[in-house]
């Protein structure tokens, strides 16, 4: 497989929601939930919305609140009339600001590292037309030669759709493409069905019953990508197949 451009996904691979954010918001109802056991939950809670019949039926507008109702159901957290009012007010920060602003540690050093190695970048998310202004906030616009923003476009994942504008306005072939996201009937669904490859984040070790390459984190992803361009092992390197991330390395394609 050889690369000409890696498309990612925003939310859950380039930024998490801002659990300090939902956090405070559910203190101030007098609701408690520490960040980081809000963040402990977010895998579950994702795994549970990413049914083929669930996307099937609904879209990424109202997937977002079930998602933030399920969270607080992993966290323990009984839900109310508090936490109503507090997702309430999450929800209109979102609106005009975008709670998807907590930046992973690896996510900079993971997109240098992918245009070192000659690759064009590309976001593919599903979104609500403030995905541009908020990369440019998080200093991330800069890494990317595209921005596809699924309100703007009038289409959203897994609708195949949305990777064919990104393949034309980029000017590639699906082959040489990899997309990474974190929802296995959004992301990876939604980027077979343009032709692309598709690689899945999945950090809480959900889906080795689905058939996809996952990985842990993204740094682990660059290393793979890496392996593929090494001219050492590019030329016998095939489609990559499903594998299960190894707690002692970054997985690797085999």
């Given at each position: 497989?050889?690369?000409?451009?890696?498309?990612?996904?925003?939310?859950?691979?380039?930024?998490?929601?801002?659990?300090?954010?939902?956090?405070?918001?559910?203190?101030?109802?007098?609701?408690?939930?520490?960040?980081?056991?809000?963040?402990?939950?977010?895998?579950?809670?994702?795994?549970?919305?990413?049914?083929?019949?669930?996307?099937?039926?609904?879209?990424?507008?109202?997937?977002?609140?079930?998602?933030?109702?399920?969270?607080?159901?992993?966290?323990?957290?009984?839900?109310?009339?508090?936490?109503?009012e507090?997702?309430?007010?999450?929800?209109?920060?979102?609106?005009?600001?975008?709670?998807?602003?907590?930046?992973?540690?690896?996510?900079?050093?993971?997109?240098?590292?992918?245009?070192?190695?000659?690759?064009?970048?590309?976001?593919?998310?599903?979104?609500?037309?403030?995905?541009?202004?908020?990369?440019?906030?998080?200093?991330?616009?800069?890494?990317?030669?595209?921005?596809?923003?699924?309100?703007?476009?009038?289409?959203?994942?897994?609708?195949?759709?949305?990777?064919a504008?990104?393949?034309?306005?980029?000017?590639?072939?699906?082959?040489?493409?990899l997309?990474?996201?974190?929802?296995?009937?959004?992301?990876?669904?939604g980027?077979?069905?343009?032709?692309?490859?598709?690689?899945?984040?999945?950090?809480?070790?959900?889906?080795?019953?689905?058939?996809?390459?996952?990985?842990?984190?993204?740094?682990?992803?660059?290393?793979?990508?890496?392996?593929?361009?090494?001219?050492?092992?590019?030329p016998?390197?095939?489609?990559?197949?499903?594998?299960?991330?190894?707690?002692?390395?970054?997985?690797?394609?085999?």
């Amino acid at each position: 497989m050889s690369l000409e451009a890696v498309f990612l996904d925003a939310g859950g691979v380039l930024v998490n929601p801002s659990w300090t954010r939902v956090s405070e918001a559910l203190a101030r109802r007098g609701v408690r939930a520490e960040p980081a056991r809000l963040e402990a939950a977010e895998p579950r809670a994702k795994r549970d919305l990413d049914t083929a019949e669930r996307i099937r039926t609904t879209d990424d507008r109202s997937r977002g609140w079930d998602y933030f109702n399920l969270v607080l159901r992993h966290a323990g957290i009984p839900l109310s009339e508090a936490t109503d009012e507090a997702l309430a007010e999450l929800h209109d920060y979102h609106r005009r600001h975008n709670l998807w602003e907590s930046v992973p540690a690896e996510v900079p050093a993971s997109l240098a590292a992918l245009k070192r190695l000659g690759l064009r970048l590309v976001v593919v998310s599903n979104s609500n037309g403030t995905l541009r202004a908020k990369l440019e906030r998080l200093g991330l616009a800069s890494a990317f030669d595209l921005v596809m923003d699924s309100f703007e476009l009038g289409v959203e994942k897994p609708d195949p759709a949305i990777f064919a504008l990104a393949l034309a306005r980029l000017g590639v072939g699906p082959a040489s493409v990899l997309h990474v996201g974190d929802f296995f009937h959004v992301d990876v669904v939604g980027a077979r069905a343009a032709g692309l490859h598709a690689w899945l984040i999945d950090a809480g070790g959900l889906y080795a019953d689905l058939d996809c390459p996952r990985f842990a984190t993204l740094t682990a992803v660059v290393e793979a990508v890496r392996e593929l361009s090494s001219p050492a092992t590019a030329p016998s390197v095939t489609p990559p197949g499903p594998w299960p991330p190894s707690p002692d390395r970054p997985p690797r394609p085999r």
